[in-house]
């Protein structure tokens, strides 16, 4: 056990309060003691790893904070020019990217740059610019607190979806202990299915790039909206976007066009991409923006919204999580006063919840 430290320090937020314990784990059995000790005494427990998605109280965390830092990948080749990694969940998400594009492995290159562990990468199932992680795991060995196995879930078990899984849904009852990704052997990514992306690589939608180029593009796109973690950049001191993109149903999307059509005219349209089950998701960033929260709209040394992208909000130094709340409640109220829209936060809260604002629950 590690001295008992704020919280704030393992947090790319930089905001939290202190533990009442901090176990660092480094190894499996490491892993599942501490987690059976816990719950054998009833005690609260957070698994924190790169602390990149989290919003952790003022008042920290009355409980054991248990830190992922397992390490090992174990490779295996397929039939079919195919790699299959197994990967502990403690190790590195960046590199582990980094090193799949240099060996001419497909299939994660778009989802570079996103901070943390790869462990965390099957909870919100992490996706960017057309990619998400779930196309490529094959397989997820957890620990159940329910039942107190370990057990090997196949992705139909993790029920995948829009930054979202079963991990995510029940967060007190899994812990992820390895996940294994299967990888296409090829110098070209997958088709490029983002327009921003194509048009940085300068292909068609749908076309593929080499893996190396999509990578450098991905990381220069998100190097310009502070979504690398620098420390020269005090727009990267954030949990990356604060809230989902919304998805709505065939009539609330209808009354957002009527709202946006009112306010700011015919020519004026929202993002919008249909999904296969009739839903459009459209975008918290552009509903932010029109909303009239600006960048950089906050506290210039305490809390404020990204000066490069409206749907980041950072701590530029002096912030509390108090603050991080509140102006993330203004935001989501004016959103909502704006286009009837619900915002809903993409990070894990630890130690308080989230209450959305009063009047702001969609209809
Ligand atoms: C600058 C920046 C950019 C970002 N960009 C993106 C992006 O493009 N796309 C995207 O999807 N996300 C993005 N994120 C969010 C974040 O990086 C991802 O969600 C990442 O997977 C979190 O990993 P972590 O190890 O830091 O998790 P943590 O923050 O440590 O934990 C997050 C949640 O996962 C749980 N958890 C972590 N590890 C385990 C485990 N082994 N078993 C069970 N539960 C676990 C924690 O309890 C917590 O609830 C960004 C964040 C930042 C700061």
Redesign the pocket.
């Known amino acids: 056990m590690s001295d008992v430290p704020l919280l704030g320090e ?4 930089r905001l939290g309060g202190p533990a009442q314990r901090l176990v660092e784990t480094r190894d499996e059995d490491d ?1 599942a003691a501490t987690v059976r000790a816990a719950d054998a005494a009833n005690e609260p427990l ?9 919003v952790v109280a003022d008042a920290g965390f009355p409980g054991t904070v248990a830190r ?1 830092a397992t390490r090992g990948i174990a490779r295996r080749t397929l039939p079919g020019e195919r790699l299959r990694l197994d990967v502990q ?2 190790e590195d ?1 960046e590199a582990l990217v980094a090193a799949c594009v240099g060996d001419g492995l497909a299939g994660v290159e778009a ?1 570079s ?9 099957p ?7 057309g990619q998400e ?1 779930a196309s490529v795991i094959a397989a997820v060995r ?1 620990l159940d607190r329910v039942s107190g196995e370990i057990c090997v879930l196949a992705p139909e078990d993790c029920r995948f979806a829009y ?1 979202s899984s079963t ?2 849904r029940h ?1 007190q009852r ?4 390895e996940v294994s990704y299967v990888l296409a052997r090829r110098e070209l990514s997958e088709p490029v299915r983002y327009a921003e992306l194509a048009g940085r690589l300068d292909v068609e939608l749908g076309a593929r790039a080499p893996l190396a180029d999509v990578r450098a593009a991905v990381l220069d796109l ?1 190097r310009g909206k ?4 620098d420390p020269d950049d005090p727009d ?1 001191v ?4 604060f809230f989902t993109n919304p998805i709505l149903d065939a009539r609330a999307f209808a009354e957002l066009r009527r709202r946006i059509e009112a306010r700011f005219g015919p020519d004026v349209a929202p993002p919008a991409w249909r999904q296969p089950d009739g839903t459009v998701k459209t975008s918290a960033a552009w509903l932010i923006g029109r909303a009239g929260f600006a960048r950089g709209h906050g506290d210039p040394g305490g809390i404020a919204i990204s000066s490069k992208h409206t749907l ?1 909000l950072t701590n530029r130094g002096a912030g509390t999580t108090r603050e991080l709340v509140d102006l993330a409640r203004e935001i989501a109220a004016g959103v909502h006063d704006t286009f009837g829209v619900e915002l809903v936060p ?3 809260f ?1 130690g308080h919840v989230w209450e959305t604002p009063p009047g702001t629950v969609a209809q």
Do not use: H
């Open positions: 393992l947090t790319t937020l892993i957070l698994v924190l790893a790169g602390g990149s998605n989290v992922v969940a403690g998400w989802l740059g996103i901070p943390g562990s790869v462990g965390a990468t909870i919100q199932n992490v996706g960017a610019y992680v957890a930054r991990f995510k967060p899994w812990v992820v202990l998100r502070g979504m690398v973690l990267s954030s949990a990356g976007s980041a993409e990070p894990v630890v």
